[in-house]
T-cell receptor, first 114, second 116 residues
Framework: AQKVTQAQTEISVVEKEDVTLDCVYE???????LFWYKQPPSGELVFLIR??????QNEISGRYSWNFQKSTSSFNFTITASQVVDSAVYFC???????????FGEGTQLTVNP | GAGVSQTPSNKVTEKGKYVELRCDPI?????LYWYRQSLGQGPEFLIY????????DSGLPNDRFFAVRPEGSVSTLKIQRTERGDSAVYLC??????????????FGAGSRLTVL
C-alpha cells in the first residue's frame, strides 16, 4: 500500500520568509512518481511539479524548489521569499508507474501574512 | 472547454435522496477521474475511466456510488440513498492519456455535496 504523510497541518509565515513543506512517502514500488499540487481557496487543485523515482536532481522554478531524497523517502517543497498569493493548501501525492490513481497526503495549509 | 467543468458547484440534499454530479473534462482528454475530498483531508480516489469504460472503480466506497461516461467525454457520478457521511467535495480530473502514473491531472473546482 502507498502512503503519503504531510506532518505539518498548518504553517503561518510573514511575507518574504522562506518556508519548507515536508512530505514523506511509503511505497513498495521501485518506480513511482511524486507530485505537488496547490489548492487555493477556489478549490481547484493546481499542478506544480512531477518527479519520477529515478531522478533525484533537485529542481528550482522561480521561487519554488523541490528536494527529493530517496534515501529518506522525502520530497520537500520550499518557497523562497513567500508572498501572500502563496497562501493555499499544498498537497503531496504519489503514483505507481502504471497506476491510475494518486495517493494524496492530508495537505499543509500555508498562510502568508503581509 | 478550456478547463474541467463540474456542475453543480454546490448541492444540498436530504438523507436518502438521489444525487447526480456532472463532469465535463478537457476536450480530447481520454482519461477521467473522480476523487472525494472530505473537510481537512486530501482527495481520495474513487474511479478512473479510460474512454467509455471504468478501468478502475476500486475506490468507490459501496454500491450506492456509481459513475458513467457513455460517450467517452462527460461523466456523471451518481449517489443513491445519500447519507450524511457522503458530504464532501467531489473532484473530477482529466488527463490527456492513460493509464500511467506519470499522468498530470487537471482538476475541476469540485461539487460540494451536503447531505442534511
Amino acid at each position: 500500500a502507498q502512503k503519503v504523510t504531510q506532518a505539518q497541518t498548518e504553517i503561518s509565515v510573514v511575507e518574504k520568509e522562506d518556508v519548507t513543506l515536508d512530505c514523506v512517502y511509503e511505497t513498495r514500488d521501485t518506480t513511482y512518481y511524486l507530485f505537488w499540487y496547490k489548492q487555493p481557496p477556489s478549490g481547484e487543485l493546481v499542478f506544480l511539479i512531477r518527479r519520477n523515482s529515478f531522478d533525484e536532481q533537485n529542481e528550482i522554478s522561480g521561487r519554488y524548489s523541490w528536494n527529493f531524497q530517496k534515501s529518506t523517502s522525502s520530497f520537500n517543497f520550499t518557497i523562497t521569499a513567500s508572498q501572500v498569493v502563496d497562501s493555499a493548501v499544498y498537497f503531496c501525492a504519489l503514483s505507481s508507474l502504471s497506476g491510475s490513481r494518486l495517493t494524496f497526503g492530508e495537505g499543509t495549509q500555508l498562510t502568508v501574512n503581509p | 472547454g478550456a478547463g474541467v467543468s463540474q456542475t453543480p458547484s454546490n448541492k444540498v440534499t436530504e438523507k436518502g435522496k438521489y444525487v447526480e454530479l456532472r463532469c465535463d473534462p478537457i476536450s480530447g482528454h481520454t482519461a477521467l477521474y473522480w476523487y472525494r475530498q472530505s473537510l481537512g483531508q486530501g482527495p481520495e480516489f474513487l474511479i478512473y475511466f479510460q474512454g467509455t469504460g471504468a478501468a478502475d472503480d476500486s475506490g468507490l466506497p459501496n454500491d450506492r456510488f456509481f459513475a458513467v461516461r457513455p460517450e467517452g467525454s462527460v461523466s456523471t457520478l451518481k449517489i443513491q440513498r445519500t447519507e450524511r457521511g457522503d458530504s464532501a467535495v467531489y473532484l473530477c480530473a482529466s488527463s490527456l492519456t492513460g493509464p500511467s502514473g506519470a499522468n498530470v491531472l487537471t482538476f475541476g473546482a469540485g461539487s460540494r455535496l451536503t447531505v442534511l
